[in-house]
């Protein structure tokens, strides 16, 4: 439902991905429904769907270009000013304009003169500027070590502010904040409820 954060938890394997990659319309389904935003998948048009959607994977999704590049992938047009506000917003900024090119420095192939933490926070600084009605978050944390999942979930709290979010996760600890949870096994749900 609109505003609410629904988690998919559950082991390697169990679908969970597979359901995010049906809700991108990477492929349709062979049976049975999916809706979004009241319209069936095969009714959405792939890429007026994904203006729709804003998605954080486990692997960060960069390319060698700038910090602003990067950030303004999600928002062709982005000022400078909206990319400082969303860089400041996920604890990038201090790192960023410190550097003598600021935002205008490259970040290498695949983001690789950055943390893991740091790209993490990259990619949902981008997620940030989209303004997607709809955040998928894809086992966004689960590459981190546990204080830099601890400092990326605060930046990924304030993505998901206002927002619908699916979020996929191996442990129920990463989905507290969720307003409920689908239990996932072998490709069906096997539990469902408040996280409590």
């Known amino acids: ?6 988690a998919i938890v ?8 597979t359901l995010v ?6 492929y349709l389904p062979e049976s049975g429904s999916l809706k979004l935003f009241g319209a069936e998948t095969v009714d ?18 960069l390319f060698d270009g700038s910090v602003y ?6 928002k062709p047009g982005l000022t400078r000013a909206q990319c400082q506000a969303a860089l400041e917003e996920v604890g990038l900024w201090e790192l960023v304009s410190s550097w003598p090119e600021g935002m205008d420095r490259s970040i290498g ?9 740091q790209k993490q926070r990259l990619c949902i600084a981008r997620a940030m500027v989209k303004q997607a009605p709809l955040v998928l978050l894809d086992e966004a944390t689960s590459a981190l070590d546990l204080q830099t999942e601890r400092e990326v979930q ?15 996760a191996h442990r129920l600890s990463t989905v507290q904040g969720a307003d409920y949870i689908y239990y996932m096994d072998k490709g069906r749900v096997a539990e469902e409820g408040s996280p409590s």
Do not use: H, M
């Open 21 to 26: 990659k049906l809700i991108c319309r990477f």
């Open 109 to 117: 192939e695949g983001g690789q003169t950055l943390s893991g933490g």
């Open 69 to 74: 590049e990067n950030v303004s992938y999600g």
């Open 154 to 168: 605060d930046s990924l709290d304030k993505l998901l502010q206002g927002r619908s979010a699916l979020i996929i």
């Open 44 to 61: 959405w048009e792939p890429n007026a769907l994904r203006e729709n959607l804003a998605i954080v994977t486990q692997d960060s999704l």
């Open 1 to 6: 439902p609109a505003g609410k954060k629904v």
């Open 10 to 17: 559950g082991a390697s394997g169990c679908g969970k991905s």
